[in-house]
């Protein structure tokens, strides 16, 4: 795609017009065009050439009516924030440590099989709610509003061997900004695995079911090196000398994890003659709790029903585009409270995009109005039972792996030459001027 440079923009004027909830930190001057931007500029108004085919029913007063009920939406649930949520926050942290805190007990007299199964349960749980329901959510900053430094964006270090800094530069800036939005969105297959049809097809893709399983279980490795943005560096978006920064913070947060987890805990059973049990028992519940964080990832963004879009699809995108975006390219798990809270809410994945700010245990509530918003506007909302989901993402792996059938009235030099995936634009998306 050729891009096309606007006029610089009035920022006081377009304010009302960013990305809701995302970072809102100022795209970099020209002069330092190996940094990306954070976020586009959205059009205050008008729409882009191009919607996607889902939306496409839709008129540009439909778009700009719909994100005004979306940011009225939005608007309720902040003003209503309270001591209710606060307590709930409070109150799972507390159940995720002590869980915690019981199963590594209960590991250091792991010889016997009912304290190893016990121990490496709790702890495989506690891990599931550090990661889901708490850290994930508050390194997006839902808690920042309590003002409380211990539940808070800026000091929050997850249970994950990738450090919070990497992993709110690539997740919260640059996925929840150009969501599923191909060549910009890199969580889209996760620079390894083909995840749509507009990828273009190579040989090593028919390893996208290996790939796929071995990142299962090794889930937080494979996004520790990714957020390391190697690709980023690759292509000249990225210094070495932030490389060698980012990998210091990588090795430092390695050694603390691996310090609790395989060093400390396995120690401290050895007296009790079950420190080879700890170190397996930990083990284990970092592989439970892997393949748990990468089976509600691929449910919420790769089952059938979930859109990608192109770079010409986004440019000129208003505010009601940019969450049109979020929903097209969301998909939720239906299921149990409990089940929710396991995920990190995150079943509401079609909410937390739309409001990846806003506390997680209000997502069930936003989902009723939400719900009912895509159905009056005739917009998909793509939900499904879990293992339905998985196995839906999962079937699109396989499918993904193979070649694009060749379609017969094509001359066989037609075929997979679908337009390549662009490459990351160093220029933000310029709000147009009207």
């Known amino acids: 795609m050729t891009a096309t440079v606007n006029r610089p923009v009035d920022l006081a004027r377009t304010a009302p017009a960013t990305v809701p909830?995302?970072?809102?930190?100022?795209?970099?001057?020209?002069?330092?065009?190996?940094?990306?931007?954070?976020?586009?500029?959205?059009?205050?108004?008008?729409?882009?050439?191009?919607?996607?085919?889902?939306?496409?029913?839709?008129?540009?007063?439909?778009?700009?009516?719909?994100?005004?009920e979306l940011d009225a939406l939005r608007d309720r649930i902040i003003a209503s924030r309270g001591a209710k949520d606060a307590a709930y926050i409070r109150r799972v942290i507390r159940v995720q440590r002590t869980l915690e805190l019981a199963g590594r007990a209960t590991l250091l007299f792991s010889r016997k099989r009912a304290a190893f199964v016990a121990g490496t349960a709790m702890l495989s749980v506690a891990k599931i709610l550090e990661n889901m329901e708490i850290g994930h959510n508050v390194l997006h900053g839902q808690w920042d509003w309590m003002r409380d430094p211990d539940i808070h964006s800026t000091t929050w270090e997850w249970d994950f061997v990738s450090p919070a800094k990497s992993w709110k530069h690539t997740h919260n800036d640059l996925h929840h900004t150009w969501t599923n939005v191909l060549g910009k969105d890199k969580d889209v297959g996760y620079s390894i695995l083909r995840m749509d049809e507009d990828q273009k097809w190579e040989p090593r893709h028919l390893f996208n079911p290996l790939y796929n399983a071995v990142l299962a279980p090794f889930f937080e490795w494979g996004i520790a090196i990714y957020d390391l943005d190697l690709e980023a560096w690759r292509d000249g978006d990225k210094t070495t000398e932030a490389v060698k920064s980012d990998l210091k913070d990588t090795m430092r947060k390695v050694g603390r994890q691996f310090g609790k987890d395989y060093v400390a805990t396995p120690l401290a059973a050895v007296p009790f003659g079950s420190g080879k049990e700890a170190f397996i028992g930990t083990f284990t519940a970092n592989m439970i709790r892997n393949v748990w964080a990468h089976s509600v990832i691929f449910c919420g963004h790769f089952p059938d029903g979930v859109d990608t879009f192109t770079e010409e699809e986004i440019e000129g995108e208003t505010r009601g585009d940019w969450y049109i975006r979020q929903m097209l390219g969301s998909a939720n798990i239906s299921g149990s409270k409990l089940m929710h809270i396991m995920t990190g809410n995150l079943s509401h994945q079609i909410e937390h995009h739309c409001f990846p700010d806003l506390p997680s245990n209000r997502y069930a509530e936003v989902a009723v109005e939400l719900r009912e918003i895509c159905a009056r506007y005739g917009l998909p909302y793509t939900t499904g039972p879990m293992p339905k989901q998985v196995a839906?993402?999962?079937?699109?792996?396989?499918?993904?792996?193979?070649?694009?059938?060749?379609?017969?009235?094509?001359?066989?030099?037609?075929?997979?030459?679908?337009?390549?995936v662009a490459r990351r634009s160093p220029l933000p998306i310029a709000a147009r001027v009207v």
């Open 21 to 68: 909830g995302v970072s809102t930190s100022q795209a970099p001057a020209a002069s330092t065009p190996s940094l990306r931007p954070r976020k586009p500029l959205l059009a205050p108004q008008g729409g882009p050439t191009v919607r996607p085919p889902a939306a496409a029913h839709l008129s540009d007063a439909d778009v700009e009516r719909l994100g005004k």
């Open 392 to 420: 839906s993402a999962w079937a699109k792996v396989f499918r993904l792996a193979l070649p694009p059938k060749r379609d017969r009235r094509l001359p066989k030099a037609a075929v997979n030459t679908v337009p390549p």
